[in-house]
């Protein structure tokens, strides 16, 4: 026992932490400063398209953040062997690959969202998000990390399509995961407001999260 | 090295192998899997217009014990080989793909809806109905009542009609409305069944008692005339496809 004890010891000497400091703003940095929705705003696109329920949002993000997880891990991993004359095409064929993979998954177990999710699980390939990582992380740093950002981007895009996708359910269908809450607490003629099914609705709850957001952080774009 | 035309020849190569065994083995570990949801999905549609379907229900096997399928031609008649000769199965044959032909070529799929008690009674005929929405495609089944004139129910379902407004075709507050509703005016001519402009009843129970007496139109949606006329046009050119065979079996 104390052997071994002695031997972990040391080996947290030489190695960084798994969760060091520098690791945990991989994760926290995308939450909220440097959101890619908010802050970078990238994948807008899905972001207003998926948003309209919260089911198909839920495994929307998922999708991605497996996506942005593994395409960042292998990337990272052949990053040394990758010529960089192809390095978007390999990156892009990495990602394709797993976002087929996910669809395929999909289709096979659960159609009913493979139904509703239709086109825009595909579209995910074209998801700056998933892209940008690959290009500004993951080529030149070690695979662990990148798995970390990865991570940190992945669940900074579904905190906030999740945030979105609330509102819009809860306005626009008087629901919540399909259970009706206005119903529920007694409010038997809450009116539905259709703007919030329409993208418009989307933008609106985006632009508000983005306002209370910045004013927090005094984020300001030059 | 890494930067030598021959390096990135290899190096394509061998991702597009890799890449390409991978997706083709998961395409084929998983073809099992999504051919059952699909099944599922196509039988859950097809009884959903006779039935409720409540999640758990074992869709497959009251699909085995109540329904009995056949294909019929323009003419009525039944066809059960296809141009290969081999048997064919209604369940297989794919609307979708039927309706891109000139329509006297198409075969249409009658789906029999069997008595619980009776297996030799017909309760209702499922028929598949096709079109265009606004947007995409539309589709669904549509039940009707032994007499072959009433409809029992009707599902429908959509690609791409817009969330809140022609969407709704998919939900049971529109396809309630169809219930009870008759193909065949007074003078027994068909004239299909009619969704109106707006909604006069203001949706849920409203708009079944505003057209109450009304037994050719159903109350419309608002802000959705333009897939209302979509559901509309298929309704009547599908069941005007299926009267050669209504009149055989009437």
Redesign the interface.
């Known amino acids: 026992m104390s052997t071994e004890t002695l031997v972990q010891e040391k080996k947290e000497v030489k190695t960084e932490a798994w969760f060091s400091k520098r690791r945990k703003r991989f994760i926290t940095d995308p939450l909220n400063e440097d959101n890619p929705i908010t802050v970078q705003v990238l994948g807008i696109c899905s972001a207003l398209a998926i948003t309209i329920k919260m089911e198909p949002t839920l495994i929307m993000s998922i999708a991605v953040v497996f996506v942005v997880v593994f395409s960042n891990l292998i990337i990272s991993l052949i990053r040394n062997l990758i010529p960089n004359r192809v390095r978007i095409i390999v990156q892009l064929a990495v990602i394709a690959t797993l976002v087929t993979l996910v669809s395929e998954l999909l289709k096979a177990y659960n159609y009913e969202m493979y139904k509703v999710l239709g086109a825009f699980v595909g579209l995910i390939i074209t998801n700056c998000i998933v892209m940008g990582r690959l290009e500004a992380f993951a080529m030149g740093n070690k695979p662990y990390d990148s798995m970390l950002d990865g991570l940190g981007s992945g669940l900074g895009y579904a905190w906030i399509i999740l945030t979105v996708a609330f509102f819009r359910e809860l306005f626009g269908s008087g629901s919540v995961f399909g259970f009706e809450v206005f119903k529920a607490i007694g409010i038997e003629n809450m009116p539905n407001n259709s703007l919030m099914v329409d993208s418009i609705g989307a933008f609106m709850v985006l632009g508000i999260i983005i306002w209370i957001q910045r004013s927090k952080t005094g984020y300001v774009e030059h | 090295m ?2 030598s035309n021959g ?2 020849l290899t ?2 190569a061998i ?2 192998i890799a ?1 390409g065994g ?2 083709a083995a ?2 084929q570990l ?1 073809m099992p ?2 051919k059952k ?2 099944e ?2 196509t039988k859950t549609q097809i009884l959903k217009a006779v039935m409720t379907i409540n999640p758990g229900d074992d869709v497959l096997k009251l699909y085995d014990q109540r329904i009995s399928s056949l294909v019929v031609d323009i003419k009525g008649e039944e066809v059960t080989s296809n141009a290969k000769g081999e048997k064919l199965e209604a369940e297989a044959v794919d609307v979708a793909k039927e309706y891109k032909k000139e329509y006297k070529e198409r075969l249409f799929p009658v789906f029999r809806f069997m008595d619980e008690n009776d297996p030799t009674k017909v309760d209702a005929y499922i028929v598949p109905v096709y079109g265009a929405g606004l947007w995409d495609k539309i589709w669904g089944f549509v039940a009707i009542n032994n007499d072959l004139k009433t409809i029992t129910g009707v599902s429908f379902a959509h ?1 791409g009609e ?4 022609g969407a709704r075709i998919s939900e049971a507050d529109i396809q309630s409305r169809y219930v009870g509703k008759s193909m065949y005016d007074e003078n027994d001519r068909f004239v299909s069944i009619v969704m109106k402009k707006g909604e006069i009843g203001g949706g849920g129970e409203g708009s079944i008692a505003a057209f109450s007496s009304d037994t050719n139109h159903v109350d419309g949606m608002s ?1 959705a005339t333009l897939t209302a006329n979509g559901v509309n046009s298929m309704l009547k050119k599908y069941l005007d496809y299926y009267q050669k065979y209504f009149n055989k079996v009437k």
């Open positions: 890494r930067q390096y990135i190096f394509t991702m597009t890449v991978i997706l998961a395409n998983l899997a999504q949801s699909i599922l999905d690609k817009t969330p809140g407004l802000g």
